[in-house]
């Protein structure tokens, strides 16, 4: 059992590049979701899905892409990188939505850096 | 949308002392109250987590406590040891999950 899985561990982009961070879960979660972690900030929710074809937004969705094909995997896509949008990034899955008080399990993170 | 507000920002404690942590949230629907520890270089990992129709839970030397009126929770360790330092997060979930901005716990 690999928990959640993120690729790549590390990235530097040049500012207007485009890329996707890959987020794979083997727990058969219903819920996944994406933060950002910036120093002081706690995380902030970017975007999450309740469920395969399912998207929406969380607390700072702009510059940012998901979609959700498999129970198994959430991209997430920066169309036009910009140097704001340096952080590290974290996956996370529960069993269910968060209305059922479901805990978070994590990946180890991508550390994103745009120059 | 919910706001959680954690303090302090930073804590440091000799070896063997308590360390007490507190998160406040603004949405009283919110009825989900995890506890998550991160080390360096990893992602957050729960510790601890309580829900709105309990006051208190204790799992060995931690322990929360929830104050539903005053809208505040807090995390409690207890003979704390080094492996104890981290960065820890609060959370508060309805629809989704906020976090407060983390305390650095340092165990000297």
């Known amino acids: 059992n690999a928990g959640v899985t993120q690729t790549p561990k590390f990235q530097v982009l040049k500012t207007g590049q485009s890329m996707t961070l890959q987020c794979a879960q083997d727990?058969?979660?219903?819920?996944m979701s994406w933060y950002r972690q910036d120093p002081g900030m706690g995380l902030r929710l970017i975007h999450y899905?309740?469920?395969?074809?399912?998207?929406d937004q969380g607390e700072v969705p702009n510059g940012y892409n998901v979609s959700r094909s498999t129970t198994e995997d959430f991209p997430l896509r920066l169309l036009s990188a910009a140097p704001s949008q340096t952080s590290v990034y974290f996956c996370?899955?529960?069993?269910?939505?968060?209305?059922?008080?479901?805990?978070?399990?994590f990946g180890n993170g991508t550390r994103l850096t745009v120059t | 949308g919910e706001n959680v507000e954690q303090h302090p920002s930073t804590l440091s404690v000799q070896e063997g002392d308590s360390a007490v942590i507190k998160c406040t949230y603004s949405?009283?629907?919110?009825?989900?109250f995890p506890w998550y520890k991160q080390e360096l270089g990893k992602g957050p990992q729960l510790i601890i987590d309580?829900?709105?129709?309990?006051g208190e839970k204790k799992d060995q030397r931690i322990a929360v406590t929830l104050n539903k009126t005053a809208k505040h929770f807090s995390l409690h360790i207890t003979e704390t040891q080094p492996e104890d330092s981290a960065v820890y997060f609060c959370?508060?979930?309805?629809?989704?999950?906020?976090f407060g901005a983390g305390t650095r716990l340092t165990v000297k």
């Open positions: 996370a899955s529960s069993y269910q939505g968060m209305s059922y008080n479901s805990p978070l399990h």
């Open positions: 727990m058969n979660h219903e819920y």
């Open positions: 899905s309740v469920g395969a074809g399912i998207t």
């Open positions: 949405d009283s629907a919110s009825n989900y």
């Open positions: 309580i829900r709105s129709n309990v």
């Open positions: 959370a508060a979930s309805i629809a989704d999950m906020r």
